[in-house]
């Protein structure tokens, strides 16, 4: 489901989030309940807001006075989430698009169409090689190639928006964090949800106190994005209009496999391409914990699932992090523990709930005076209800996520999710996911060092070779 857009609202911005493909609708389908409006008439509503605003409200953010009228703007990965995205930085009217680039022929035709005047790549080297005034990129390939272009965007001196998990490898994390920082530049992780009102009213009530510190919190998403099976033993034809070479990038040559299994659909799946559903969703569901809570990088973990085979990443993982203690902690350490596919929080901890039923995807945060439910997507709710029934519970106002990377490109805003906070975020989800192939192995962090203290073979997973010719300074 890709954003809702009219011609009348082209060029104005949006107050809605947007998010993975399983997320959008609901978002959507909230923000027209909150404000009691159906489909149509929201619309009508904005585009005469909208309207109006370019004459009477200066303050609208982006007509005021700025560093830098227009964006010179280039998208690497313009299908799927990446189409979605683009839409959502096209409605600002001093965006200016001047490039796309991607491997599947069907999505640049879509953009060239909409905007005749833009370049198209396939080869996204080609695309920032010959495109010498851009101001900005946004990335939203597979996860194995978000780190290269990444980075090699932010080497010509460009501003990032990149898709989460920001990088498939862990030693990929550190390095943008670093540079991104050496350099200045403006960064932003795809994390939508981060700057809704649901995630921000969770992280501002921990911040109160309203729950007391935080003894020990459980994160979960009912996806499974892994495979249990062996690599089929077949090679099929490339589908006409897939550069099949561009798309494996930086991974190693292989055969193409047709049905879905590495192109369009499951390349989640793949240990080499995705990050399995912890990758995928842990950097949504985890990130108002890391937020409210304050997290750092974990002192160790462990994996009590079931480990990847030689190709895929598998089903049902249950990681154990152990966290130094915060302000917003009751002990030394606090536990943080995610689960996927089948794998649910132990029944003590969903009978916090009082009967309700645990949503499909969320979190429960247990403090000293109380318990926090962040379901993904709903406001927060809290425990004992009892407890907490009388007291008015402010929300706190939603922001967009797109305008605000954009306001801070153009020197008039700054960025929640920039790469300081989305580096060591999408770090600790991906040391989960070295962690599953050592079951019950609890492994020993160092940080500083980009590490483990006691994993040879785990360390050898923090980051891997790219292939000949795809070699990124800085990276592998």
Not at 1 to 18: C, D, E, F, H, W
Not at 119 to 143: F, I
Request: charged fraction near 20%.
């Amino acid at each position: 489901m890709m954003p809702v857009q009219t011609a009348a609202l082209r060029g104005r911005p949006l107050t809605t989030v947007s998010t993975d493909h399983s997320t959008r609708k609901i978002i959507a389908m909230k923000n027209t309940l909150q404000t009691g409006l159906n489909r149509r008439e929201f619309l009508r509503r904005a585009a005469l807001a909208a309207a109006a605003a370019s004459f009477t409200a200066p303050w609208v953010p982006h007509l005021r006075a700025a560093a830098k009228d227009t964006i010179l703007h280039a998208a690497v990965g313009v299908g799927g989430q990446g189409g979605s995205d683009l839409e959502m930085f096209t409605h600002f009217d001093y965006v200016k698009l001047v490039a796309v680039a991607d491997v599947a022929a069907e999505n640049t035709a879509r953009w060239k169409k909409e905007f005749p005047n833009i370049r198209v790549y396939t080869d996204w080297r080609q695309l920032l090689d010959k495109e010498k005034q851009l101001d900005s990129l946004n990335v939203a390939t597979p996860d194995h190639m978000h780190a290269p272009i990444a980075m090699t965007a932010m080497q010509r001196g460009l501003h990032v928006y990149c898709q989460k998990p920001m990088t498939h490898d862990v030693s990929e994390a550190r390095a943008l964090t670093k540079f991104a920082a050496e350099k200045k530049l403006i960064t932003q992780m795809g994390i939508q949800i981060h700057s809704s009102s649901e995630y921000r009213t969770a992280v501002q009530l921990v911040h109160s106190g309203i729950i007391g510190k935080i003894k020990e919190v459980h994160a979960w998403s009912n996806k499974k994005w892994g495979d249990m099976e062996a690599k089929p033993d077949r090679t099929d034809p490339v589908p006409a209009g897939l550069a099949w070479n561009d798309w494996l990038g930086v991974c190693a040559d292989r055969p193409f496999i047709g049905g879905g299994y590495y192109h369009p659909g499951s390349w989640r799946k793949r240990l080499d391409f995705g990050t399995g559903t912890f990758g995928d969703m842990g950097c949504h569901i985890y990130d108002p914990v890391f937020k409210a809570v304050a997290l750092t990088s974990p002192l160790s973990l462990k994996s009590l699932g079931p480990e990847p085979n030689r190709w895929n990443w598998s089903i049902n993982a249950k990681i154990e992090y152990v966290f130094p203690r915060t302000p917003f902690t009751a002990g030394d350490t606090v536990n943080v523990t995610w689960y996927d596919g089948d794998q649910k929080p132990p029944q003590a901890v969903l009978a916090l709930l009082e009967g309700e039923e645990a949503p499909g995807q969320g979190s429960i945060l247990i403090g000293t005076d109380g318990v926090m439910c962040i379901p993904h997507i709903a406001q927060p709710k809290l425990y004992p209800k009892a407890k907490f029934a009388d007291r008015k519970l402010e929300r706190v106002k939603g922001l967009n996520h797109y305008e605000q990377w954009l306001e801070a490109v153009r020197g008039t805003g700054q960025c929640s999710a920039n790469f300081d906070y989305s580096g060591p975020l999408t770090e600790t989800v991906l040391l989960g996911g070295v962690a599953t192939r050592f079951k019950d192995l609890t492994l020993e962090l160092d940080s500083a060092n980009v590490r483990f203290k006691n994993s040879t073979a785990a360390n050898a997973l923090l980051k891997r070779a790219y292939r000949q010719g795809w070699e990124v300074k800085g990276l592998a």
